[in-house]
């Protein structure tokens, strides 16, 4: 059965980097018919979407966090990761990583809260 | 990449049927059959309901029904449960650079 599994710091301070990993269990991160995402909400606000890696490293990424986001793969550990540099209050949020099929997310991670205060 | 247009909530009697609309543009729901929606209960993962607007994954209701027509897409859910209870979140495919970007949500009430 499929699992994935956020963990990383719950707390950031501002302008350091957030650097979360998500550990894929029940099936293989090399699997040529997925992408891996990452997807977070602030505190009672909407989705928005971070960005996608594929197992071989090619990534899409948001515009807007386009310049501080970056996302890695390890497939020898099944993991993959976010690293988001420079952050402030506004990047407080749950981040959920999760699996990419075609055009939609059809699993995802539980979530883990990350609150950026000093 | 704006997000796309929800109505901030619907609500519905048991057994009733409500529909949510979401709303973006010719530069994705109007062009491409990708939208998605997922379903997410307070303090829980959003769960996929609908992809490439009217297919249900495995094991979702077929009370749960998707449908597109122009830049806007529809979530309906027919004879309405205290379940189904939750905020609903569409998603739409944009370009090969920047794919993915969801809805503003809406708050489903079962009254």
């Known amino acids: 059965q499929l699992q994935l599994q956020e963990s990383g710091p719950g707390l950031v301070k501002p302008s350091e980097t957030l650097s979360l990993t998500c550990t894929v269990s029940?099936?293989?991160?090399?699997?040529?018919?997925?992408?891996w995402g990452w997807i977070r909400q602030p505190p009672g606000g909407g989705l928005e979407w971070i960005g996608n890696i594929y197992y071989s490293g090619n990534t899409y990424y948001n515009p807007s966090l386009q310049s501080r986001v970056s996302l890695s793969v390890d497939t020898s550990k099944n993991q993959f990761s976010l690293r988001l540099k420079s952050v402030t209050a506004a990047d407080t949020a749950v981040y959920y990583c999760a699996r990419r099929y075609t055009h939609h997310f059809d699993f995802w991670g539980q979530g883990t809260l990350v609150t950026v205060s000093s | 990449q704006s997000a796309l247009t929800q109505p901030a909530s619907v609500s519905g009697s048991p057994g009733q049927s409500i529909t949510i609309s979401c709303t973006g543009s010719?530069?994705?729901?109007?062009?491409?059959?990708?939208v998605s929606w997922y379903q997410q209960h307070p303090g829980k993962a959003p769960k996929l309901l609908i992809f490439d607007v009217s297919d249900r994954p495995s094991g979702v209701s077929d009370r749960f029904s998707g449908s597109k027509s122009g830049n806007t897409a529809s979530l309906t859910i027919s004879g309405l449960q205290a379940a189904d209870e939750a905020d609903y979140y569409c998603?739409?495919?944009?370009?090969?650079?920047?794919?993915?970007?969801f809805g503003t949500g809406t708050k489903g009430t079962v009254l």
């Open positions: 010719s530069s994705d729901v109007g062009t491409y059959d990708y």
């Open positions: 998603s739409s495919y944009i370009s090969t650079t920047s794919p993915y970007v």
């Open positions: 029940g099936d293989s991160i090399t699997n040529s018919f997925y992408y």
